[in-house]
């Protein structure tokens, strides 16, 4: 399941598969068309940590959440966020931070 927003700079894909148990936020930069997985930027999981936990893995920026009420949570407080302009004006900024470092690829798109 994915659910695409579009903010100022970036559009973001949150996507929960709930039969493989993974989670994850693509973003892409709308004017270069540069993307990269944020689930693990530091300003997200402040914001998400709460629903990991040590029994949960992580591959890169993919999270496995083994417990599903914990990954439907996961899932419906992800989009409450992505809902706010304010929470979304606060990423863009840490995205574009982000992006200046580098890594970011261009060879994604949705």
Known sequence: MGKKYIGLRYEYLIVADFDASYFEIQSKYIKQNRY???????????ELCKYYSNE?????????IKNQERLKELWQKSNEFFEDPDFIYLLEVK???????GGWNSYISF
């Open 36 to 46: 990269s997985t944020i689930t693990n930027l530091k300003f997200l999981l402040s």
């Open 56 to 64: 949960d893995e992580v591959d890169e920026s993919t999270w496995i």
């Open 95 to 101: 995205l574009d931070e982000d992006r200046s470092y």
